[in-house]
T-cell receptor, first 111, second 115 residues
Framework: DQQVKQNSPSLSVQEGRISILNCDYT??????FLWYKKYPAEGPTFLIS?????DKNEDGRFTVFLNKSAKHLSLHIVPSQPGDSAVYFC??????????FGKGTRLSVIA | EAGVAQSPRYKIIEKRQSVAFWCNPI?????LYWYQQILGQGPKLLIQ????????DSQLPKDRFSAERLKGVDSTLKIQPAKLEDSAVYLC?????????????FGPGTRLLVL
């Protein structure tokens, strides 16, 4: 039972355009959501997070939107840069339960 | 500040052999996590330590996997005997306190191939 779903395995975007990565979840008890970025041969690094009491959180070029009624969140990267090419993981917490990750979306930003 | 260190980076073994991975967390971080990431999947928690005590090992296959964190600092994860399906990247992460929603910092991982 996959509680965090990233249905797009890959995404290609031109440099300077917007990248939108999507994530759906099934567990309504999730109350905190995170995005991690992973380069090849490196561990995931924390990118941005959002609490369930908010619907938007912004950090520079990165914005995460949360739609609780739809159990959906998205990560927007504007403008996209070649260095953003990586695998992006959506993850979620519920109380004190372990962090649950999605399968990831590979973003390719084309110069 | 040094990040999470892991060794070895790569390991190839035959099935039924044993293997051990080592992790040194960020200095001062009380909580340490071991994750298994199978190709095409997201990381899955195997075990969580708070100092040298186990907080959660519900997803650790205890018949073949073991982990310890004897002095509350570095940790080892062992697989004995290994199976083909254990081929994965084993990630170690640490966090300062370990409360829910705290950011976890990951090491580069150990890529294991079981033949």
């Amino acid at each position: 039972d996959q509680q965090v779903k990233q249905n797009s395995p890959s995404l290609s975007v031109q440099e300077g355009r917007i990248s939108i990565l999507n994530c759906d979840y099934t567990n309504s008890m999730f109350d905190y959501f995170l995005w991690y970025k992973k380069y090849p041969a490196e561990g995931p690094t924390f990118l941005i997070s959002i609490s369930s009491i908010k619907d938007k959180n912004e950090d520079g070029r990165f914005t995460v939107f949360l739609n609780k009624s739809a159990k959906h969140l998205s990560l927007h990267i504007v403008p996209s840069q070649p260095g953003d090419s990586a695998v992006y993981f959506c993850a979620a917490y519920s109380g004190n339960t372990p962090l649950v990750f999605g399968k990831g979306t590979r973003l390719s930003v084309i110069a | 500040e040094a990040g999470v260190a892991q060794s070895p980076r790569y390991k190839i073994i035959e099935k039924r052999q044993s293997v051990a991975f080592w992790c040194n967390p960020i200095s001062g971080h009380a909580t340490l996590y071991w994750y298994q990431q199978i190709l095409g999947q997201g990381p899955k928690l195997l075990i969580q330590f708070q100092n040298n005590g186990v907080v959660d090992d519900s997803q650790l296959p205890k018949d073949r996997f073991s982990a310890e964190r004897l002095k509350g600092v570095d940790s080892t994860l062992k697989i004995q005997p290994a199976k083909l399906e254990d081929s994965a990247v084993y990630l170690c992460a640490s966090s300062l306190v370990g409360y829910s929603q705290e950011t976890q910092y990951f090491g580069p991982g150990t890529r294991l191939l079981v033949l």
